[in-house]
């Protein structure tokens, strides 16, 4: 009865609501309706353990006492299997847990060890085993994501890490991977994922072993790429899930610049809140600007991490960002975050059962304060508490046993101290507010549960887009493509004998389940048999290659050399069959290297955690040798940033595939046989190779900027009327690139210029940012005769389109746009390559780097000052005349005009020298405070004055004597 009127309720109060526009008003009526244990019980989200509900469990008791908020299930916690019917099983598991929540008791819920039948149909007539005053619908969340983030390992689409999304550098992949995850994730019944990560990885040498390890994702090194991706891949998760899943991002507000695993330790970042706005930040702003709704990120993963700069001075008492009020609220003061706060956005805590969590807080009589925690992290902001490994000692029942006792404490502190449940009211009024935009305000069993049963035939089946997403997302590191856009000398052939190491990882989806290998030993090794061995194109033969894990490569090199072969035991007895040699691993490693042409490595990234991780770079420290003469390609499954410039020297080819799912085998294998050009470029900076990101997506120097007038609808052509001194006209760039041929990242400078053909004069009359590729600037027309040029250049891009424009005797105006015409380029015709194949293989066309459009010679001489430098001369000129004014205020009576003149050129030289020192970053220099160009006025007044009292004190000396 009591289910049958909260769903009268619902429906009365929200019945003419559309999907997605209840607001917190709404939310207030269900609050009202709510004990203050329901209430206090909302705010958390917990673990689960195992594949299956059991009836008195401790997580049922949680659900029908304390009416927890959700829970989070992860493979850590066997919350998956990999049976035949694992997708079932799962769909099963989820509606328990949503059975119990809306009605008080679940069919589906086993008894003891073994499972009672499942009753698709429940008779609610019946008595509830608990009766509840508010059914709300459980959070179900995961951290699934991709690559070596994947938490369920069997059914779904095996999709790519977000490196390798953003290797590809088109935002749509990052949409289709969204909507992937999202529809799959939705047809299992979760509601809330934990992902994407929107990491800024600018530094991804300080995180060498973190990365590696996988256990940072990252779409890029780069903030405005990495929030361009992250909006898109949240417009394909809501777009995916029909508007079902709810999305949080992490770890709010950047974790990329972190030197230590997020979870093990509270680092310190040392960046200051213009710097973070700047970088790590940016992401999260562009995910949270509601302006596109389907953009529009659902909430945050606050980050265990303390921020140097802009928390004040850190030191080892400093509370991290996540567990502090001020920071939080500051930033969330940053538009659109504002706005954003105030619309519903969640913030989601990060494991407050993390090891940096329990280090932080572990005391000598209490290693794990876990009602301290949880209280300061709610009213730090967090919205939502995750308490994960809730327990000093990580046990489950320790975990259930700190939730429980943390209910009660919330439940009396919330009766008792009336700050404490504003804070939980105001958390659980955003909470609820999520929950009817999920589910259009319709809590009913229809609307909530899955149908378990055909969620099988709804996954996995998006294996062809992820296919062409590694394709286009593998990247030539090495040599670099402008240097050698083919690096592989040939195909390999049936004369060729290849050997593949292949550094495996063993995965598991539970501790009972069977491990699986990603990628296996033979992956690569299969994949070219199906694509070009007998029954294909022919080019090779099983026979011709040798398969080895980086484990077997690391026991050949730690062997004693040389490895001799075994010894066949003699024959005695001719009538018996004689066992066959068996051959240590060592010795069929080295007979396959001293045997091959080709070696080919596909590696993970060094692992401190895995010894045999650092086993290429051992190869390539210890023996050289057995790789020389040999094509050596080499293919990066992680972060590309364990070879160091030394290392790529001695391998034939470094290439990105950025993940380790069997469609980037494929990749590789492709890219072998020149099947596929290497179409992705690294989204972060790799030293070893001279990649630098910055770089990557400035400018391109040879480009000619188009520049045009936008005209209006009677505007034909390139010609246009006469205009007006003091008429406006809006000129409009095109799309100025980047090096990758990518537009450049909003927020890149570009000038525009002015040359006064009549006087040779050349000025930049604005600076502006770009949007979307593009710059315009309002140009108002000279009110004078003369023959001006208008162009446009933007870091180390100086040629473009030009704009002459004649002013008359009679302010009549002449306008013309002039493209200048790109120089004729060599187009060189490629060699074909042999190979014995019944079916050729294409080879990829060369495309010449355009030739450089020199800048038309100017006949006159030019001054060319930027906007910037003028306002900087005019600071450091306010300056020195305040200087010189405080100078010549004193008087003195012996040598007036002397001692006037000495005290203002000792202030002036003082401030020059002062000048001097800071413009060029000397030791203190980081101090001088962050005023834009004023700061030069404050340095010369602030570095003159010493002069200026030195002068009056030797005036002194000097009068007295």
């Given at each position: 009865?009591?289910?049958?009127?909260?769903?009268?309720?619902?429906?009365?109060?929200?019945?003419?609501?559309?999907?997605?526009?209840?607001?917190?008003?709404?939310?207030?009526?269900?609050?009202?309706?709510?004990?203050?244990?329901?209430?206090?019980?909302?705010?958390?989200?917990?673990?689960?353990?195992?594949?299956?509900?059991?009836?008195?469990?401790?997580?049922?008791?949680?659900?029908?006492?304390?009416?927890?908020?959700?829970?989070?299930?992860?493979?850590?916690?066997?919350?998956?299997?990999?049976?035949?019917?694992?997708?079932?099983?799962?769909?099963?598991?989820?509606?328990?847990?949503?059975?119990?929540?809306?009605?008080?008791?679940?069919?589906?819920?086993?008894?003891?060890?073994?499972?009672?039948?499942?009753?698709?149909?429940?008779?609610?007539?019946?008595?509830?085993?608990?009766?509840?005053?508010?059914?709300?619908?459980?959070?179900?969340?995961?951290?699934?994501?991709?690559?070596?983030?994947?938490?369920?390992?069997?059914?779904?689409?095996?999709?790519?890490?977000?490196?390798?999304?953003?290797?590809?550098?088109?935002?749509?992949?990052?949409?289709?991977?969204?909507?992937?995850?999202?529809?799959?994730?939705?047809?299992?019944?979760?509601?809330?994922?934990?992902?994407?990560?929107?990491?800024?990885?600018?530094?991804?040498?300080?995180?060498?072993?973190?990365?590696?390890?996988?256990?940072?994702?990252?779409?890029?090194?780069?903030?405005?790429?990495?929030?361009?991706?992250?909006?898109?891949?949240?417009?394909?998760?809501?777009?995916?899930?029909?508007?079902?899943?709810?999305?949080?991002?992490?770890?709010?507000?950047?974790?990329?610049?972190?030197?230590?695993?997020?979870?093990?330790?509270?680092?310190?970042?040392?960046?200051?809140?213009?710097?973070?706005?700047?970088?790590?930040?940016?992401?999260?702003?562009?995910?949270?600007?509601?302006?596109?709704?389907?953009?529009?990120?659902?909430?945050?993963?606050?980050?265990?991490?303390?921020?140097?700069?802009?928390?004040?001075?850190?030191?080892?008492?400093?509370?991290?960002?996540?567990?502090?009020?001020?920071?939080?609220?500051?930033?969330?003061?940053?538009?659109?975050?504002?706005?954003?706060?105030?619309?519903?956005?969640?913030?989601?805590?990060?494991?407050?059962?993390?090891?940096?969590?329990?280090?932080?807080?572990?005391?000598?009589?209490?290693?794990?304060?876990?009602?301290?925690?949880?209280?300061?992290?709610?009213?730090?902001?967090?919205?939502?508490?995750?308490?994960?490994?809730?327990?000093?000692?990580?046990?489950?029942?320790?975990?259930?046993?700190?939730?429980?006792?943390?209910?009660?404490?919330?439940?009396?502190?919330?009766?008792?101290?009336?700050?404490?449940?504003?804070?939980?009211?105001?958390?659980?009024?955003?909470?609820?507010?999520?929950?009817?935009?999920?589910?259009?305000?319709?809590?009913?069993?229809?609307?909530?549960?899955?149908?378990?049963?055909?969620?099988?035939?709804?996954?996995?089946?998006?294996?062809?887009?992820?296919?062409?997403?590694?394709?286009?997302?593998?990247?030539?590191?090495?040599?670099?493509?402008?240097?050698?856009?083919?690096?592989?000398?040939?195909?390999?052939?049936?004369?060729?004998?290849?050997?593949?190491?292949?550094?495996?990882?063993?995965?598991?989806?539970?501790?009972?389940?069977?491990?699986?290998?990603?990628?296996?030993?033979?992956?690569?090794?299969?994949?070219?048999?199906q694509l070009y061995g007998p029954e294909a194109s022919n080019q090779v033969a099983e026979e011709q290659i040798s398969s080895f894990s980086f484990d077997d490569l690391a026991e050949y090199i730690n062997a004693e050399t040389p490895i001799l072969a075994p010894t066949p035991a003699p024959i005695t007895n001719t009538s018996v069959i004689s066992e066959p040699v068996i051959y240590p691993t060592e010795f069929l490693v080295q007979d396959a290297l001293q045997n091959a042409e080709w070696v080919v490595f596909l590696a993970q990234g060094v692992r401190g955690d895995i010894s045999s991780s650092s086993a290429l770079n051992q190869l390539l420290a210890e023996r050289p040798d057995m790789l020389s003469g040999r094509v050596v390609p080499v293919f990066s499954m992680g972060y590309p940033i364990d070879l160091d410039a030394t290392d790529t020297s001695q391998i034939t080819a470094y290439f990105g595939l950025f993940s380790p799912g069997e469609s980037f085998v494929d990749a590789a294998a492709r890219v072998i046989f020149r099947e596929q050009p290497a179409r992705g470029a690294s989204p972060i900076s790799i030293s070893s190779v001279r990649y630098d990101l910055d770089q990557v997506t400035s400018p391109q120097p040879l480009q000619v900027i188009d520049l045009m007038i936008e005209e209006d609808e009677n505007g034909a052509d390139n010609i246009l009327p006469a205009n007006s001194p003091g008429d406006t006209l809006r000129l409009r760039t095109g799309i100025i690139t980047d090096y990758n041929g990518n537009a450049v990242p909003d927020g890149t400078l570009v000038q525009f210029t002015q040359e006064d053909r009549v006087q040779g004069f050349f000025s930049v009359i604005a600076e502006v940012f770009t949007i979307d590729g593009r710059a315009s600037f309002d140009y108002v027309l000279e009110d004078r005769p003369g023959q001006f040029r208008l162009r446009a250049q933007s870091g180390e891009a100086r040629t473009s389109a030009e704009v002459d424009i004649a002013i008359a005797e009679n302010a009549s105006a002449q306008i013309e746009v002039i493209t200048p015409t790109p120089l004729p380029t060599f187009t060189p015709t490629p060699s074909p390559i042999p190979t014995e194949t019944t079916t050729p293989t294409p080879n990829p066309t060369i495309t010449p780097a355009p030739t450089l459009v020199p800048q038309p010679p100017n006949t006159e001489p030019q001054i060319n000052i930027t906007l910037t430098e003028m306002q900087t001369i005019g600071s450091l000129i306010l300056g020195l005349f305040g200087v010189g004014w405080i100078g010549n205020l004193t008087r003195s009576e012996k040598h007036p005009l002397s001692g006037r003149l000495r005290k203002i050129l000792w202030g002036l030289l003082f401030a020059l020298v002062g000048y001097i020192w800071f413009f060029t970053e000397m030791p203190g220099a980081e101090f001088l405070p962050d005023w834009g160009v004023w700061r030069w006025m404050f340095v010369a007044v602030v570095c003159g004055l010493p002069g200026v009292g030195l002068a009056w004190l030797f005036n002194q000396v000097f009068e007295a004597e």
């Open positions: 009865m009591v289910w049958v009127m909260g769903s009268v309720f619902v429906s009365m109060s929200f019945a003419q609501e559309e999907q997605g526009l209840f607001d917190a008003e709404d939310a207030r009526a269900l609050l009202e309706q709510m004990t203050p244990e329901e209430r206090v019980g909302q705010l958390f989200l917990v673990s689960v353990e195992g594949a299956e509900l059991e009836a008195n469990s401790d997580i049922e008791k949680l659900i029908l006492t304390s009416r927890i908020g959700g829970v989070i299930l992860e493979a850590e916690n066997d919350n998956f299997s990999d049976s035949a019917t694992s997708a079932q099983d799962l769909g099963r598991m989820v509606n328990s847990l949503q059975e119990l929540s809306l009605l008080g008791r679940s069919s589906r819920i086993a008894a003891g060890s073994e499972s009672e039948e499942i009753n698709p149909e429940l008779d609610q007539s019946e008595e509830l085993t608990v009766t509840l005053n508010m059914p709300l619908p459980l959070f179900i969340g995961s951290t699934h994501g991709g690559g070596s983030h994947a938490q369920i390992l069997s059914n779904l689409t095996e999709v790519p890490s977000q490196l390798a999304i953003g290797a590809t550098w088109d935002p749509e992949m990052a949409k289709t991977t969204g909507e992937i995850i999202g529809s799959e994730l939705n047809a299992l019944g979760f509601n809330l994922m934990l992902n994407p990560s929107l990491n800024v990885v600018s530094a991804p040498e300080l995180l060498r072993d973190v990365h590696s390890a996988g256990l940072i994702d990252s779409f890029g090194g780069n903030p405005y790429w990495v929030g361009e991706f992250g909006a898109a891949y949240v417009a394909g998760v809501k777009s995916g899930s029909d508007g079902k899943l709810l999305v949080v991002g992490g770890n709010f507000p950047g974790s990329g610049g972190s030197d230590r695993p997020l979870n093990s330790e509270v680092a310190t970042v040392r960046t200051s809140l213009i710097e973070l706005q700047q970088g790590d930040l940016a992401p999260f702003l562009k995910v949270a600007n509601r302006a596109v709704m389907t953009d529009t990120i659902d909430g945050f993963m606050t980050a265990h991490l303390r921020y140097q700069g802009f928390q004040g001075n850190i030191d080892n008492s400093s509370i991290p960002l996540s567990f502090d009020a001020q920071a939080i609220e500051t930033l969330l003061q940053i538009e659109p975050l504002a706005d954003w706060r105030s619309a519903g956005g969640l913030l989601v805590s990060g494991d407050l059962g993390a090891p940096a969590i329990r280090r932080f807080y572990a005391t000598e009589e209490d290693p794990f304060p876990h009602r301290r925690v949880a209280r300061d992290s709610l009213l730090a902001g967090n919205d939502l508490l995750y308490v994960g490994d809730f327990a000093a000692d990580s046990s489950l029942t320790s975990e259930f046993d700190n939730v429980a006792d943390t209910l009660d404490w919330f439940t009396d502190e919330y009766a008792s101290n009336s700050t404490f449940r504003a804070r939980v009211d105001e958390a659980v009024v955003r909470i609820l507010q999520a929950k009817l935009n999920l589910y259009d305000g319709d809590f009913s069993l229809g609307s909530v549960l899955i149908d378990e049963v055909s969620v099988a035939g709804e996954i996995g089946i998006a294996k062809n887009q992820i296919d062409m997403l590694a394709l286009e997302s593998i990247a030539q590191l090495a040599p670099r493509p402008s240097d050698n856009p083919e690096p592989l000398p040939r195909t390999p052939n049936r004369e060729d004998n290849i050997v593949i190491f292949t550094d495996v990882h063993e995965l598991s989806a539970c501790s009972t389940c069977d491990n699986v290998n990603r990628p296996g030993v033979e992956a690569l090794k299969n994949r070219m048999l």
